[in-house]
């Protein structure tokens, strides 16, 4: 496969105003896939554009729409929408193709451009390298005619549609009636639906992260930055603390102590309970490398299987499309329940979360620890370019490790597909030696990057 030269292992992404995160990449974006999916049949063709709370989502949007218009695609325009919700209504309003505007948990001063098909599914590799292809292609060619231009229109009830889709994947029988829940929404894509949706169900509602000014997105807040969610859990007496990224894709949650609780453990408290009501497809769930040993562990002695891919909730959803499975995620926090939706969906796998909790009727704290972690340290090294994980003394530190390690641990070193980040993750039995190996890994690269 050619290498990518914008797309990354979620769309496109970087710092605002500056390559490629610009209008003009944007421009090019409407353009070429625009004149990629209108060639699939015979009627007007129509893409439908979300974004997150983002400053910068002003200047993307507006550039989107008329690299699409001017190839003769109609644009339906939602406002701020979950990632999981545009990828809803791009199926459900029979769109060729659906756009979210985010950089989900990074920092305001990024965005990022995120495509899904007609069927709601993330686009492929092959397909991106399509769209690609046609953004290199001078700004005149295939341009409509004056009639042939696209229309826009901006759909008002696009929240509320969505509301009512979550609000459909909780179980008829039970209500939040009763639960006082923290919702913490990183004043983000979610910052009104999410609070809707679990008052509408019954909930007592503490709202966080719900006054977005285009530049506090994850700021202090959400699901990077917990800390937030747990203090209102002690100081409200909550029975549960939930936060969500930027674009809603994926969430952390904390019981009724404030105790933190990562996407590991709600992954085996959702197959636990799935895997007891006869519900789990597939033999078990899929993850990806960075999931921990605990819970491959955990889901062995239940017969379950624990199939791992590379990073990025595509390639989880990849795998599950092809081996029937219906729940798989990350450690990060994205869960993809596919009997509901086609992407990670924080908000759905909470209501799920909550369902455990109420058909148990425990609190969250005995329930949620459903294994003993793996060891596992993981660092992240910022770099500035260029191929770290080329360097000679990297490598040698790697393989050092690898061997040290041998059976009884697992490493993983890899270069983020969204920021400019060296990750290493070991884990083992060893808690010292695990610290060691990423320490002495850490240390290469640095050296290497200078």
Known sequence: MSKRAYFGTDGIRGQANRHPMTAEVALRVGLAAGKMFRSRHDRRHLVVIGKDTRLSGYMIEPALVAGFTSVGMDVRLFGPLPTPAVAMMTRSMRADLGVMISASHNSFADNGIKLFGPDGYKLSDEQELGIEAFMDESLQEGLASPPGLGRVLRIDDAQARYVEIVKATFPRTMSLAGLRIV??????AAYRVAPTALYELGAEVIELGITPNGMNINEESGSTHPEAMSRAVKDYRADIGIALDGDADRLVICDEKGVVVDGDQIMALIAGAWAKDGRIKGGGIVATVMSNLGLEHFLKHRGLTLERTAVGDRY???????????????????????????TGDGLIAALQVLSVLIAADKPLSTLAYQFEPAPQRLENVRHSGGKPLDNAKVKDAIATAEAKLGTSGRLVVRASGTEPLIRIMAEGDDEKLVDKLVKEIAGAVKSAVG
Not at 183 to 188: F, S, T
Not at 317 to 337: A, F, K, P, T, V
């Open 316 to 342: 989880v959803m990849q795998r599950m499309r092809e081996g029937g499975y219906n729940l798989g995620g990350e450690q990060s926090g994205h869960m993809i329940l596919s009997d509901f939706s086609t």
């Open 183 to 188: 919702i913490d929404c990183a004043h983000g």
